[in-house]
């Protein structure tokens, strides 16, 4: 167990009060406060990564021992024409990563959304033979893994292949090649790079269908002998969402299967719920709904959102056996997705620093509570 030490919290923090606070936050690295429960980390972005935001490249290094690309890695981006990678920006976030000694993770090789056009398609736009997309999809996974194998440690493989009913979302690789697409990218993915983790990655885990399937596919494949290490939680979650109990239960049942469980892109939403959908496709007419903190959270939200997301945070530290990562999806507030999803525009609060890059008063608390254990 960690000792912090020489670490002053003020009552002003522990009274959690509005997440812009500047005053005697703790100034612990978090690496330091989590060490020995799991590697804390973020994504980062293109932008960040370029060297345009100084605050939050320093934030990144002072406080996370663990990085995953927001973007630069998705087909989409890191291959947009057959024939064409893209590989700049995804090279400057591993070297980042590298040169900073982090436990740099890649994501995520096989997902329908941010998916390059071409990837399942013929000239024609129809959807390629099932041949054709194992080729493709061999050769893609063994291109991107393969360049950084060794650097990148862990690779979201599978993302998002399961809808809450527990069916199998009717994706472009389940329509062409059936269930058979999961297996098959574990087993490409290991070939490229038979030491880095394997993982498969989704949003609403605490949901019953979703959670069931996802404990049979991860058992039916190290029946089979293919290498998966992880069951990635996405996380985003909002003040009425999920039930916490319902989430711990997916978290434990997961770790029953043998797998390390991840905290894999933890933000919460401060804003009114509009859909618990993390699916990029699923957005909502702005004019359906309100953007009530366009200047600022109020205190009293922000203290409920600090207590919930401490309550949080204590669910995980209970499960720290069975967690080896929690990464938080962007740096600060101002970065995040949540600002455009699922409504463009809105003005968000969900990460664990604010726009001022200050930390939030909930990590204090935890801060201090860990100390003393
Ligand atoms: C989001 C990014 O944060 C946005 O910048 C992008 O416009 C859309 O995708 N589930 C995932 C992530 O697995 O890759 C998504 O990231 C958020 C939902």
């Known amino acids: 167990m960690k000792k912090i030490s020489n670490i002053v919290f003020s009552a002003f923090a522990f009274a959690a009060v509005g997440c812009a606070s500047t005053t005697d936050t703790a100034d612990a690295p978090l690496k330091d406060v989590f060490d020995g429960k799991f590697m804390i980390g973020s994504a980062v972005n293109a932008h960040q990564i370029a060297g345009h935001d100084s605050l939050a490249l320093d934030i990144v290094k002072k406080h996370f021992n663990t990085i995953v690309a927001e973007n630069v890695m998705k087909s989409g981006e890191i291959h947009p024409l057959k024939d064409a990678y893209n590989w700049a920006p995804a090279d400057s976030f591993v070297n980042f990563g590298c040169d900073n000694g982090m436990f740099v993770v890649g994501h995520c090789l096989v997902w329908h959304s941010q998916l390059a056009p071409w990837f399942p398609l013929d000239a024609d736009g129809k959807y390629v033979c099932a041949d054709t997309l194992r080729c493709r999809m061999r050769?893609?996974?063994?291109?991107?893994?393969?360049?950084?194998?060794?650097?990148?440690?862990?690779?979201?493989?599978?993302?998002?292949?399961?809808?809450?009913?527990?069916?199998?979302?009717?994706?472009?690789?389940?329509?062409?090649?059936?269930?058979?697409?999961?297996?098959?990218?574990?087993?490409?993915?290991?070939?490229?790079?038979?030491?880095?983790?394997?993982y498969i990655n989704d949003y609403g885990m605490n949901v019953a269908g979703r959670r069931d399937t996802y404990v049979k596919i991860v058992n039916d494949l190290k029946s089979r002998g293919l290498r998966i290490d992880g069951i990635g939680m996405q996380a985003h979650i909002g003040m009425d969402y999920p039930d916490l109990a319902e989430f711990e239960e997916s978290l434990q049942a997961f770790a029953s299967t043998g797998c390390k469980v991840m905290i894999t892109e933890?933000?919460?939403?401060?804003?009114?719920?509009?859909?618990?959908?993390?699916?990029?496709?699923?957005?909502?007419?702005?004019?359906?709904?309100?953007?009530?903190?366009?200047?600022?959270?109020?205190?009293?939200?922000?203290?409920?959102?600090?207590?919930?997301?401490?309550?949080?945070?204590?669910?995980?530290l209970r499960n720290s056996d069975n967690i080896s990562r929690v990464n938080v999806w962007g740096v600060e507030d101002g970065c995040s997705w949540k600002n455009n999803f699922p409504v463009r525009g809105r003005t968000d609060y969900p990460l664990f620093f604010g726009r001022d890059y200050q930390m939030k008063p909930f990590l204090g608390t935890l801060s201090a509570e860990l100390a003393k254990k």
Do not use: C
């Open 139 to 198: 050769d893609h996974i063994h291109a991107v893994v393969g360049r950084y194998k060794g650097k990148v440690k862990g690779w979201d493989v599978v993302n998002e292949a399961i809808v809450e009913d527990g069916s199998y979302r009717k994706s472009p690789f389940y329509e062409i090649l059936g269930e058979e697409f999961i297996p098959l990218a574990f087993e490409y993915a290991h070939e490229a790079d038979p030491d880095a983790e394997l």
């Open 266 to 316: 933890l933000d919460m939403s401060a804003l009114p719920t509009v859909s618990r959908s993390a699916n990029v496709a699923d957005m909502v007419d702005m004019k359906q709904v309100v953007d009530p903190y366009p200047d600022g959270l109020p205190a009293e939200v922000s203290d409920e959102w600090n207590a919930r997301m401490l309550d949080f945070m204590r669910l995980l």
